[in-house]
């Protein structure tokens, strides 16, 4: 598959290995961890990151992109499955905050999703991800809880479903 570029310097590749350390790295931030909240229980476990990676990248049905923000590894996006539906998630790393990347890899993503609805997740005070989501055209749908392992307690999170 080829790269998909914009004006800023945003584009999706295929996940290779050599882009596990970097995510690994940006995983490890706990700012990061804290906003994402559902998260592994150990996010410096790296033979479990590995696992968990090596798991996702032999998983035909789950749609996987790096991010690059003008060549440099910015995060990775995901579509899966997740309680009987079709879901996305990003993890950007923070040094790439701030700067518009989440929305347009998700815009860039979207239309390699060929069902509706598909669903997102946030949690209620990671404003940040909801205003990325809205703005790729996501409603909220619904809310949940859940535990978090990064913040040691249970999180309320909205979920946010894309129709067409």
Not at 70 to 92: D, H, M, R, T
Not at 136 to 158: I, L, P, Q, T
């Amino acid at each position: 598959m080829g790269l998909q570029t914009n004006d800023e310097g945003v584009r999706l590749r295929e996940v290779k290995e050599s882009d596990l350390p970097i995510l690994f790295e940006q995983q490890l931030d706990p700012d990061a961890n804290y906003m994402a909240a559902f998260t592994s229980k150990d996010p410096s476990d790296k033979a479990a990151f590995l696992t968990h990676w090596k798991n996702i990248l032999s998983n035909r049905d789950i749609q996987k992109m790096t991010i690059l923000c003008n060549g440099c590894v910015a995060g990775s996006i995901l579509k899966f499955e997740q309680f009987g539906n079709p879901e996305v998630s990003y993890w950007i790393g923070k040094q790439f905050w701030g700067k518009g990347i989440a929305t347009c890899a998700l815009l860039h993503f979207l239309p390699k999703i060929e069902v509706r609805p598909v669903y997102a997740r946030a949690a209620k005070d990671n404003l940040a991800s909801i205003r990325v989501l809205e703005k790729c055209g996501f409603e909220r749908f619904d809310e949940d809880k859940g535990y978090s392992h990064a913040r040691g307690k249970e999180v309320e999170e909205f979920i946010l479903e894309l129709e067409s």
